[in-house]
Structures are given as structure tokens and as C-alpha cells.
């Protein structure tokens, strides 16, 4: 929220650094033509025209930024909006001033006005010009000062008479009003260009953001059908236990309390500190060694000091689980291992290996295996290993993950 936050802030900065700009660009001419020797009234008015030429295009501007664009473009009435914008542009070519140069007399410059201050360079040539045109010396209306030609047949070799030419004309009404509406078009294109830019990237968080909210669902969604599934098979062992011995029974109910602390106020976190995961999996492999004889082999290899680093909670048990219900049997020798170390380049190594006595499409396939895959990937994406080894004699499960 915040990101979009100044995304919208750096937008409206670039709008706003732009058309200061524009209107200053008046102010900017206006002190090379006084450079240059225009008078200040005559400056003046210069740039009151342009501002005067620029406000409706800044109008137009405000108009689609803040009303058409967000209100009709991007609630996708894509008709309304171009029938708006085409009449909001004609409208506004409509009342732009005429160019400025036409409200000057052609005497402007020379009226009298500021005529007790000393004349510069540039008066003394005008007048220098002036007096030339009286007597006939030069064409100065002629826009190229090349000699004139001589009249043909004149005895005198005089130059030919030319009518005098006045200012040279502006464009016509018509053609005026076509470069407004061009600029007018280049503007709001451009305008668009930076909005739809804008846009992409508010989107594009928007989408991570909604990517992000559903993958936690899913995770937790995940989390909820492991959770069950585990307090099933825990459940079935305790009944199994109260038949045999109804001690164990007892302090069984005890551990499984344990574990249910566990999963009830860990399970929830994003991650859990690796010390805790491994209590939990020795609570959970001491809980189920109750319930079997001396034919079932089960070791524990676990780091004599863990160090302290996160990894996602009930990431391990559903293989321990696995081991437990496909790789153990009553009438033949049975083993389960469990391995936890620490890798190179801060990696976290987990191996599971059991006696190979169930239906190994069972183990391959089961309910808590896919939803460890599925957690893997949304966790990890690919920076993950998942080895699954199944032998006739026995079924082995490889993890390497990185540590968080």
C-alpha cells in the first residue's frame, strides 16, 4: 500500500514538473527577447498570449487525467471515452486564442513609447531603416534583400516599382485549428502513456499482492488437512495402546497433548525455530514407539546442538508418518532411521528410511506426501530437493531445503 503510495506521488510529481515547465518556457523567451531589445510592454503581452494559449490545454489535461481516464477509460467504456475526449478536444482547439503577433500594430515598436529613455543600438538602426524606405535607398518588406531587378525598357535603368508587402500572413482559421488539435492529441496520448505506465506497476503489485494472500490460503489450507491427518493416525495408535497396556495408554494421552501445543500454537506460524521441529519429531517417534516390540527398529539421528534457524513448521512429519504406517510389520523385522543435519551453503538436509512392508504406491502417492509436495513448491519454488527412493527392501525419502 505504501509502494502505491508513492507510485501515485512520483506520477502526479512528473505532471506537475512537466506543465511548470510549460509555463515558465514564456517566461524564459520573454527575457531573451528583452535581451534582444523588445520593450517591456510588448513583452508583457507576449506572455500573457502564450499562458493565455497554454490554459486551455491545461485544462484539457486536468480533464482527462482526473475525470475521463479514471472514469471511463479504465472502467473500460471505451466508446464513451473517445466520443468525450474527441468533443472535449474540439472544444478546447475552439476558444484557443489567435496568435499573439496579430494584436500589434506594425508601428508598435515605434509609437512614442518609452521614447525619453536613450536609444539603443537596435532603435538606431530601426530609424537607420526607416529613413532608408523614405527615400527609396532599400526594400526592407522584401523577405530576401537581393538587388532589385531592372525594369526592361526603362531608359533610366531605374528599379521596378513593387507594390510594399505588409507583415507576412498567419496560417488560416482552418489549418491553425488543425496543429492545435494536433498538439492537443499528442498531449493526452502522452498523458495516457504515463498513466497506463503507472497503472502497470500498481497492478502488477496488486497481482503479487493477491498471489501472496492466496498462497498463505493455500498453505493454510494445507496446514488444516495435515493437521487432522496426523491426530488421525495418532488417535488410532492410543486405541490400539488401551486394549495392550492401558499405562502407556495414559502417558500417551500425556505426549500427545504435547504435540498438540505443538500444532495448535506453532503450526500456525510462518516459520518455527528448527530446535522446536525437532523436539516435536522426537515427541512424536517417542509416542509411537510405544505401541511396538523389540522387532521394530527405530533410530533418531539428530544435530547435538541445533543451531538456532527457522524452517516452516510440520514440514517433516508427514514422511515419519509415512514410515510409521507403510514401513513397519508385525511379523517381520522392521526399522525406521531419521537423519537431520545441516549442509553446505546453509542448507538443511532431512532423510527418512524405512523398511520397505506396505504398498509402495501407498507411499508414493499418499495424502500427506502430496501435500508436503505442494507446501515445497509454494515455499521454495525450485530452490528445493525431493529425492524419493523406492527398493524392494526398503523406501527412502531425501529433502534438502534452504534455510529461512
Not at 68 to 85: A, I, N
Not at 140 to 167: D, S
Amino acid at each position: 500500500m505504501e509502494r502505491q503510495r508513492k507510485q501515485q506521488l512520483l506520477e502526479q510529481g512528473i505532471y506537475g514538473a512537466i506543465w511548470v515547465v510549460i509555463f515558465l518556457l514564456p517566461l524564459i523567451g520573454g527575457y531573451f527577447a528583452m535581451s534582444g531589445g523588445l520593450e517591456r510592454e510588448e513583452i508583457r503581452m507576449i506572455i500573457r498570449d502564450s499562458w493565455l494559449g497554454i490554459l486551455p490545454f491545461f485544462m484539457l489535461f486536468l480533464l482527462n487525467n482526473y475525470g475521463l481516464v479514471p472514469y471511463l477509460l479504465f472502467k473500460k467504456k471505451y466508446g464513451q471515452y473517445f466520443v468525450s475526449l474527441f468533443l472535449l478536444i474540439i472544444a478546447v482547439c475552439w476558444f484557443v486564442p489567435s496568435p499573439y503577433m496579430e494584436r500589434f500594430r506594425k508601428d508598435f515598436r515605434h509609437d512614442g513609447l518609452h521614447r525619453d529613455v536613450k536609444e539603443s543600438p537596435r532603435d538606431q538602426i530601426i530609424k537607420m531603416r526607416e529613413k532608408s524606405r523614405e527615400k527609396g535607398e532599400a526594400y526592407w518588406n522584401e523577405p530576401e534583400r537581393e538587388k532589385p531587378p531592372m525594369e526592361m525598357g526603362n531608359p533610366k535603368g531605374g528599379p521596378k516599382a513593387f507594390p510594399k508587402r505588409g507583415p507576412l500572413p498567419y496560417p488560416p482559421f482552418g489549418i491553425r485549428y488543425l496543429i492545435h488539435f494536433a498538439i492537443a492529441f499528442l498531449m493526452v496520448g502522452f498523458n495516457i502513456a504515463i498513466k497506463l505506465f503507472f497503472k502497470s506497476f500498481r497492478d502488477e503489485e496488486m497481482l503479487k499482492e493477491l498471489e501472496h494472500q492466496r498462497l498463505q490460503s493455500e498453505l493454510q489450507y494445507l496446514k488444516y488437512q495435515i493437521n487432522p491427518h496426523f491426530f488421525m493416525n495418532t488417535l488410532n495408535n492410543i486405541h490400539a495402546l488401551v486394549d495392550i497396556d492401558t499405562g502407556k495408554a495414559k502417558s500417551t494421552i500425556v505426549e500427545l497433548s504435547k504435540l498438540m501445543r505443538y500444532v495448535l500454537y506453532e503450526a500456525s506460524n510462518k516459520t518455527t525455530l528448527l530446535s522446536r521441529e525437532v523436539q516435536f519429531l522426537e515427541n512424536y517417534v517417542g509416542l509411537m514407539s510405544l505401541r511396538y516390540t523389540n522387532k521394530v527398529s527405530i533410530e533418531m539421528y539428530f544435530p547435538a546442538e541445533v543451531p538456532k534457524v527457522e524452517i516452516p513448521p510440520l514440514l517433516f512429519i508427514s514422511f515419519v508418518e509415512n514410515a510409521f504406517k507403510h514401513g513397519v510389520s508385525y511379523r517381520n523385522e522392521s526399522f525406521i532411521r531419521v537423519l537431520v543435519q545441516l549442509e553446505e551453503d546453509n542448507r538443511l538436509s532431512f532423510r527418512c528410511t524405512n523398511s520397505n512392508n506396505g504398498s509402495a504406491d501407498e507411499q508414493h502417492h499418499g495424502i500427506g506426501l502430496e501435500n508436503v509436495r505442494k507446501r515445497l513448491r509454494l515455499l521454495f519454488g525450485n530452490d528445493y530437493t525431493l529425492s524419493i527412493t523406492d527398493e524392494k527392501q526398503t523406501f527412502d525419502v531425501l529433502l534438502i531445503i534452504p534455510l529461512l
